[in-house]
């Protein structure tokens, strides 16, 4: 099915674990993106990435981890897991030129 | 931080009456743009308004934009309950492909 989807959708993990969150979008847009949503904080910015091979950090990259190289993934490692990252997790991406970002479903985290 | 501000932060609303939210954000902007989400999932794009507009529609959605204030608002007309979810302001700077995002508001349509 076309769109961009998310992998898992929950996710509970320890302390000190890596974890890795998967991201796949099947409409070939160059750019991607990964935010966390908390209470009180809105959507922050993780990590972006323009093209494949091209990735560049957003506003709360420590303690994450990406990768790009195909243009349809785009997979958000957590290192070394800590209460601090127990959070929903979307990815989003868009065409180059355009400016509206097309989410996918989010992953809800936690970290115990 | 580059985060835009929006206020209320949670509006409860009859069914069939207005609802209008604010946003404001601090940089030059090549456009702003309202989402929406219902609980447990992703955001969904409603509008974008760029800089040289003043006004624009999208069914029962207005949206306005104040360049010289800084700020914007959307008023959803007639509301449902199928209205009630998160509202989020995004704004796009110019040479930036990245979006900045308010933290919400929360609107409840009561039926």
């Known amino acids: 099915d076309a769109g961009i989807t998310q992998s898992p959708r929950y996710k509970i993990t320890e302390t000190g674990r890596q974890v890795t969150l998967m991201c796949h979008q099947t409409?070939?847009?160059?750019?991607m993106f990964w935010y966390r949503q908390d209470l009180g904080h809105g959507l922050r910015l993780i990590y972006y990435?323009?093209?494949?091979?091209?990735?560049d950090k957003g506003e709360v990259p420590d303690g994450y981890v990406v990768s790009r190289s195909k243009t349809e993934n785009f997979p958000l490692t957590l290192e070394s897991a800590t209460r601090s990252q127990t959070s929903v997790y979307f990815c989003a991406s868009s065409a180059a030129g355009a400016s509206e970002q097309f989410f996918g479903p989010g992953t809800r985290l936690t970290v115990l | 931080s580059q985060q835009g501000e929006e206020d209320p932060q949670a509006l409860s609303i009859q069914e069939g009456e207005n609802a209008t939210m604010n946003c404001s954000y601090k940089t030059s902007i090549n456009n702003l743009q309202w989402y929406r989400q219902n609980s447990g999932r992703g955001l969904v794009h409603l509008i974008l308004i760029r800089s040289n507009e003043r006004e624009k529609h999208s069914g029962r959605l207005r949206v306005t934009l104040d360049t010289s204030k800084k700020s914007s608002s959307l008023l959803i007309t007639a509301s449902r309950a199928a209205d009630t979810a998160s509202y989020f302001c995004?704004?796009?700077?110019?040479?930036?492909?990245?979006?900045?995002f308010g933290a919400g508001t929360t609107v409840t349509v009561r039926a």
């Open positions: 990435s323009a093209a494949a091979d091209i990735t």
């Open positions: 995004a704004h796009r700077v110019y040479n930036d492909y990245k979006l900045s």
């Open positions: 409409w070939s847009h160059s750019y």
